[in-house]
Every structure is written in structure tokens, then in C-alpha cells.
């Protein structure tokens, strides 16, 4: 057992070295000595055996290295590691102890890649123990118990060379009863950076800060003077409080020295929550929002953490460049959305934020580029595209990485972010363990691009999008660990982009089927930007009537610029859902101004007004409509004299109005109208209503009963006016009977009576001094004179 544990790759124990020393010491005994190597030898192959087979792969103990400090030490330091190990087999494990291994220096950054892949211990390859001293033992390891460890080495002691990157390993050796001889059982490798003079020249790295959500806010707003927003839920709510992940970005950022690189989405939605808000509920409720004091304070953290700092913002939203070049660029409108996400940018960031950002880069998704997404890029304004090395890859040669910026042509610069450093803080990181080998991974990969050569080069780091809190706090760890350290200096993104090129660095875009197929599976389908097209159509059509168009435009505006969001890969239900509320809700308020039904109107008559009423539910009035009312068959109703006729509509918030249209019936019968709203331009406007109007035209029938009538009025009037002559002669034939009979009944006094008679003319019958008989051909009077008589029977009495 003694000389088993003299093979590479074990370490004996205080006792078991004292052992090893006395049976040396009785092996010098001749007697002994063709014994001991009788029964040695076996015995030593087979332990020799066992050990390699356990150093090869056996792993019956787990090694979790939770820190390292320093991360980065030089000279003088003392190098703390702590961590736990746990008994993950089904044996106990006597005899344990923990020390570290320092394995050989290595000299590439593929060296780095193979190393953290390899996994188990590999005799040779894996190190040397550092010393006794620095072992932590433990008596035994009871299966699924975990046990702390913490070694300090001096840094002195562990025999460092020149400036390099050096594996450190942690192993756990031990016994168990199936293989009890000492072994290596748990082992966790990680990298160690040692440059313990200021290295000269010093690399300049930047390292992206990215400040961004996913959507929250819906195109809704109140009717109210305010417009108060609604938003899909309350999650932002939780990101911006304290622990959560916004949160944690902006209070770990604030002591870094990095490029804040911010989607002004973002900030206007939590400006939005600083006043009155809604959040969606079930169905159509909402109810109000809560946190406009979390709001006010985290936007007031965010303000002193970017002051003086360089702060780089994205299009609106961050749109998605890649799913637009490859799927709607060919669709009406898509490349003007991008414009105007571009164009407001300055409106957005400098107002809340207080600094003036840099607005010249585009951030592809995972900087994956080709040729169409650097035209998409570009078509907005930017000529620095951000993109990263594992896709700008070097084709050249070089025994180096070369400096960020790259001219790809067109006065646009590619700033190529390093693939290997801006990927590793993704996974899983909640674990300390996990986030203190990607810091150590991070560092050691950093080193060793300035250990490549002697020249200064620029690098930039770009992480992903939306680090979770743990991966942002990996994230602070290692660039605190990175600018204290003595390799590197912070750069500005814009200082990298204007850098000095490496002549001989690649810089032809890759072509498109150079894409990866990955990225392309989420991207935004075409049937998005097709729905998007869709939204501003109606958009345009609805917003000529209002006299307020900004109220419309603004909200609708920024939801379809949250349409094209980045955030939307891998959610394409979510994505959908989205359009399609924001759709939805617009035809909802077009269809607040709309005809009023009609049930069947009845014309009778030549001519006659038909009403249509329009009614405005809006808040604020329309105006440049026309309503147009068409007859589907003019020879029988006319309108306007074509077949149709137009008036222009003008109807105040909350009220109706109802406009008139003359016609004119040429037949009886039943006729369709159709009444539909245009805007000026000609465009339709909501939907038709349609009635039918029914023509009672006058028939010959009812005209000769209107003609009989009119006869009988003749007739009648004809009949009084031969009875009135018939009445006047008979009063003049009975005039003197009647002056006899006034004498008797009336005789008077002498006074009364004449004193003397008028002659008589006896050739004309008539008295003189009399009037002439009344003559047939004489005119009579229009009104009879009025007589005490009774009248005739049919005679009219005017009274």
C-alpha cells in the first residue's frame, strides 16, 4: 500500500508517510528483503493500477470551489480558496483531505477551452500537490454529507513562474472500503492569473453595462387629459425592486467603469409608473398601479449611476435588425419603423436620464451580422454595428486577436466583441461555485489576449442582453476583479469603435448562410411585419379625423416600434398575442365613430329628406369626413342627381350629428341605400350601413279619385250659382204683394205714409222714377243680398 500511494496522483497522509519511511528502513534487512519484493511487486501493480484507474475518472466525492481570493493575485498575496465537498457515492470515505494542485502554465486560450471542458482528474495533466501543510483533512465523508473547506497558500508557495495562466486544482483524496488505498476522488479545476508586475502595454478593454427589459407597456391609454398608460402586467414592478434584476444592474454598475448601453423603451415605461398607471387584469379590467414611488427611486439610482458615464442607446425597443433584414425589409413600412424608433431616442433618454447618448451603434442579436442585417443597420442612421468574433470571424492567420474596430466598407465599422470573453457569464450562476470558475475562466482568458503581444489592442466585451441577478452580480465581480487588476484598462465604446484597425484583421462580412440556423429559428416571421403593416394602415386611415392626432399616433406609434422588439425571440405566442391586442384596440377606437343603423324608410312623394346620423364616442371631435349616401338603383330614387350624394361631417367628442340628404322618387317601389363615411383623402372609412327605402309614388288611381273630387267642387258651385240667379228673379216678381203685405201689418202714422204717388208709366209697366227691371243678361252680384226669406232648398247662406 506504501508504494501505491508514491504513484502520481495520490498524496499520503502524515501517518501513512511514517509507515512508508519504516518499512523502508526494514527492507534494508537482507532477510527481508527478497520477501518484501515477493510480495511487494504485486501488491504494488495492482495499487498502481487502482490509483490510475481512480486518477483517470473516478469521482465518488463532488468539489465545489465557491471563491477564490484574490482572483488575481501578485506578489505577496496569500491565495484563499473555500468550498465544500460531498459525498455523492455510496460509501464512506476515511482518511480525506483536500489540497490544491497546480497544474503546468498554459499557453493559448484553446489550452484554457480544453482545460475547462476536461472533467474528472487526469494523472499528469492535473498538477502537483502544493504541500502537506496546505491540506485540509477530515476523519471520514458519510455518503450525501457535504464538509467546508478553506486553504490559504501563500502565493510564493505555489511556485509560480513567469506571467501566465496556471490550473489550479482542488482535489479530495481519501479511502473507501471497496478501494482502500489513498486515491484521488473529487477534483475541481479552475485557472489561476498571475501577472505580478504592471504589464506593459496594458490591453484596453470595454465592457458593455446593458440596461434592458423585456415589453410592458400596452398601446392603451385613459381617456383622460393624461393619457394614463396600461401596462400587460407588473413585472417591471418587480425587476426595480430591491434584490431584483434591474435593480441589481443599475446598484453594481454604478462602481464600474463600463458602458451603460440602455433601450429607451425601458426608461419610458418606468417613467410611466412615476404617475398614475394601470396593469391589465383578467379579461378587460385593469386596476391601478401601485409603485410609482419604486419607480421615482430607482429612476433616481439610475441617474447617479450614469453620471459622467458613457451611455450608449438603442433604437426604440430594440428592434430586432436581424428578423427585419431577413423577413421585412420587402414588407411596406417595416425600414420607416426603424427610422422613427431611431428618431426618437433623443426625445426619450436625455429628458429622464439627464445625459446625452451616443446613438451611432446597432446591436445585433448576439452580434450574429451578414450583409443584409448590416444594410438594415445602417438604413437608420448608425455606422458602428456591434458584433462579435465567433461571427466576424479571423479568416487572416493571425498569431493574435486583433483590436475591436474593423472597416467593413461603406464608412460603417464593425466593433467586434470578443466571443469567448462576452460569453462567459451565461448558464446557471446561482450557485457560487459556478460564478467563481466563469470569473476565474473570464480573467485568465482576458491575460492571456495580452500576453498574445507586445502591442496595445482594443477589446470590447458584450454580454448578453438581460443578464439575470446572479449573472449580473458574476458579471461585477469579474470587471472589479479586471480593472483592479494589472493587464488591462478601461476603454470607452466609442474610443474602441475609433481605435486604429489591425491591417491585417478580417474584414469581409460573412455571407447569409453563414447565419446560424439557431438564431434564424426565432427570429420574427414575415406574417409579423405583415401585421405590423396592417396596425399602420389603419393607423393612417384613423388619424385624419382626429383633431388631436397626437394622442393616437404616440401610444399606437411606440407599440408597433415594441412589436419589432428583440425580446420577442423565443416567445412567439407572446409576440403574437401582443399584435394582435395592439390591432384590436385600434379597431375598437376607429369603430367609435360610426354610422348609426337605419331600419326601412318609407319616401312618399316626388321628392322627400332622408336623415343619417353619425355618432362620435371619442373624446376628442372628428372632423375631415365626408358621408356619402348612395341610391343601388337610381332610376327609380334618385340622390345628388348621380346616383349619390356627399356632405363633409364634423362631429364634437361624445355627441352625434345628423346629416340630411334630398331625393327624389321617379317610381314607386323599394330601393337600397347605402350610407359610408370616407375620409378626405378617399379612403373608406368604417363600415357601410345599408337600408332600404320604400317609394310610395302618386298612381293613377288616386288621381282620378283627386280629379272626381275637383269635378264635384265644380259642379256644386255651379248648382249655387244657378239657384242664387233663380232666388233673384223670384224676389223681383213678389216685390208688390210684399208691399201690400208691409202696409197691413205695419200701417204707420199719416206722417209715415207718401203724400203723393209717382205717375205710373204705363208703356214700360214700371212707375217713374223706378229702376230698371233687372235684365237675364245683366251680371249678378258674386254675394246674393241678404233676404229675410226663406232660402231655397240647396241655396248656400253666407252669414
Same mark, same amino acid.
Given at each position: ?67 477564490? %481570493? ?97 490550473? #489550479? ?18 477534483? !475541481? ?29 400596452? /398601446? ?158 445602417? %438604413? ?45 457569464? !451565461? ?272 298612381? /293613377? ?11 264635384? #267642387? ?9 239657384? @242664387? ?29 207718401? !203724400? ?39 241655396? @248656400?247662406?253666407?252669414?
Amino acid at each position: 500500500m506504501a508504494e501505491a500511494a508514491d504513484i502520481q496522483g495520490t498524496c499520503p497522509s502524515p501517518a501513512r508517510r511514517w509507515l512508508r519511511r519504516t518499512g523502508a528502513l526494514l527492507a534494508g534487512a537482507p532477510l527481508l528483503a527478497g520477501v518484501l519484493q515477493l510480495s511487494a511487486a504485486p501488491a504494488a501493480h495492482a495499487a498502481g493500477q487502482d490509483s490510475a484507474k481512480a486518477g483517470s475518472g473516478t469521482r465518488t466525492v463532488s468539489v465545489a470551489l465557491d471563491s477564490l %481570493s484574490p482572483s488575481a493575485p501578485t506578489d505577496g498575496d496569500t491565495v484563499t480558496v473555500t468550498g465544500t465537498v460531498t459525498n455523492t457515492g455510496k460509501q464512506t470515505v476515511t482518511d480525506a483531505y483536500v489540497d490544491l494542485r497546480v497544474g503546468p502554465e498554459l499557453s493559448t486560450r484553446s489550452a484554457i477551452d480544453d482545460a475547462a471542458a476536461r472533467t474528472g482528474y487526469v494523472v499528469g495533466a492535473d498538477g502537483t500537490q502544493v504541500g502537506d501543510e496546505y491540506a485540509q483533512e477530515f476523519t471520514k465523508l458519510t455518503p450525501g454529507v457535504s464538509q467546508p473547506f478553506s486553504i490559504s497558500v501563500p502565493v510564493d508557495e505555489l511556485d509560480l513562474g513567469g506571467s501566465g495562466v496556471y490550473q #489550479l486544482g482542488v482535489a479530495l483524496s481519501g479511502e473507501t472500503a471497496a478501494q482502500p488505498w489513498d486515491q484521488v476522488l473529487g477534483f !475541481q479545476r479552475t485557472f489561476l492569473p498571475w501577472q505580478p508586475d504592471e504589464a506593459d502595454p496594458r490591453s484596453r478593454t470595454t465592457f458593455l453595462w446593458p440596461l434592458m427589459s423585456t415589453v410592458h407597456m400596452t /398601446a392603451e391609454t385613459g381617456s383622460n387629459e393624461q393619457q394614463t398608460p396600461v401596462f400587460l402586467n407588473d413585472d417591471l414592478a418587480e425587476e426595480i425592486s430591491p434584490g431584483g434584476r434591474l435593480d441589481q444592474m443599475v446598484s453594481l454598475g454604478k462602481d464600474l467603469d463600463v458602458t451603460w448601453v440602455i433601450d429607451p423603451d425601458l426608461l419610458a415605461s418606468v417613467d410611466a409608473m412615476t404617475r398614475s398607471y394601470q396593469v391589465r387584469g383578467d379579461g378587460d379590467t385593469t386596476t391601478p398601479g401601485t409603485h410609482q414611488a419604486l419607480a421615482k427611486q430607482w429612476l433616481a439610482q439610475l441617474q447617479r449611476a450614469v453620471a459622467g458615464k458613457e451611455v450608449v442607446a438603442l433604437p426604440f425597443a430594440d428592434p430586432d435588425l436581424a428578423s427585419l433584414a431577413h423577413n421585412g425589409t420587402d414588407v411596406t413600412g417595416s425600414l420607416s419603423r426603424l427610422k422613427e424608433a431611431t428618431d426618437v431616442v433623443a426625445n426619450t433618454v436625455e429628458p429622464i436620464l439627464h445625459v446625452k447618448p451616443t446613438t451611432e451603434f446597432a446591436w445585433p442579436v448576439d452580434g450574429a451580422i451578414d450583409p443584409a442585417i448590416v444594410k438594415v443597420a445602417t %438604413s437608420a442612421g448608425a455606422d458602428k454595428i456591434i458584433t462579435r468574433s465567433d461571427s466576424l470571424e479571423e479568416v487572416g492567420g493571425l498569431p493574435y486577436t486583433p483590436s475591436a474596430a474593423r472597416p467593413i466598407g461603406g464608412g460603417t465599422t464593425a466593433v467586434v466583441a470578443d466571443s469567448r470573453l462576452s460569453t462567459a457569464f !451565461q448558464g446557471d450562476l446561482t450557485k457560487a461555485s459556478t460564478s467563481t470558475l466563469s470569473v476565474q475562466r473570464f480573467l485568465a482568458q482576458s491575460l492571456m489576449l495580452n500576453l498574445q503581444t507586445d502591442q496595445q489592442r482594443s477589446f470590447v466585451v458584450a454580454p448578453q442582453r438581460m443578464p439575470t441577478a446572479s449573472q449580473a452580480r458574476t458579471m461585477a465581480e469579474a470587471v472589479t476583479a479586471l480593472q483592479g487588476g494589472t493587464w488591462s484598462q478601461a476603454q470607452h465604446l466609442t474610443d474602441a469603435a475609433e481605435a486604429k484597425p489591425d491591417p491585417g484583421a478580417t474584414t469581409q462580412v460573412p455571407s447569409a448562410s453563414q447565419y446560424p440556423s439557431s438564431l434564424r429559428k426565432q427570429e420574427l416571421p414575415r406574417a409579423a411585419f405583415e401585421d405590423i403593416a396592417t396596425t399602420q394602415a389603419k393607423l393612417d386611415n384613423f388619424k385624419v379625423i382626429l383633431s388631436d392626432q397626437s394622442r393616437v399616433v404616440t401610444p399606437f406609434g411606440r407599440a408597433m416600434n415594441r412589436e419589432m422588439s428583440t425580446s420577442w425571440r423565443g416567445r412567439p405566442t407572446e409576440a403574437a398575442s401582443f399584435r394582435n391586442g395592439v390591432e384590436n384596440y385600434l379597431d375598437d377606437l376607429a369603430s367609435e365613430v360610426t354610422l348609426i343603423q337605419k331600419s326601412e324608410t318609407k319616401l312618399s312623394g316626388r321628392s322627400a329628406t332622408i336623415p343619417v346620423t353619425v355618432q362620435n364616442n371619442l373624446v376628442q371631435p372628428v372632423d375631415h369626413l365626408v358621408l356619402r349616401l348612395t341610391s343601388t338603383n337610381p332610376t327609380r330614387l334618385e340622390i345628388g342627381g348621380k346616383g349619390y350624394a356627399e356632405q363633409p361631417v364634423s362631429v364634437s367628442g361624445g355627441h352625434a350629428q345628423s346629416v340630411k340628404f334630398d331625393t327624389s322618387a321617379n317610381a314607386n317601389g323599394r330601393v337600397a341605400v347605402i350610407a359610408q363615411l370616407f375620409t378626405e383623402d378617399g379612403q373608406a372609412y368604417g363600415a357601410p350601413v345599408t337600408f332600404d327605402v320604400r317609394v310610395t309614388e302618386i298612381t /293613377a288611381t288616386v288621381m282620378l279619385v283627386i280629379g272626381g273630387g275637383v269635378l264635384l #267642387l265644380v259642379l256644386a258651385g255651379f248648382r249655387m250659382y244657378t239657384q @242664387r240667379k233663380r232666388a233673384a228673379k223670384t224676389a223681383a216678381g213678389d216685390k208688390p204683394g210684399q208691399d201690400d203685405t208691409a202696409a197691413r201689418e205695419n200701417p204707420g202714422t199719416p206722417e209715415d205714409r207718401p !203724400q203723393s204717388q209717382e205717375p205710373h208709366d204705363e208703356a214700360s209697366g214700371t212707375r217713374p222714377g223706378a229702376p230698371d227691371p233687372e235684365q237675364p243678361s245683366d251680371p249678378t252680384s258674386d254675394t246674393a243680398s241678404e233676404s229675410a226669406d226663406p232660402s231655397g232648398t240647396g241655396e @248656400r247662406v253666407d252669414r
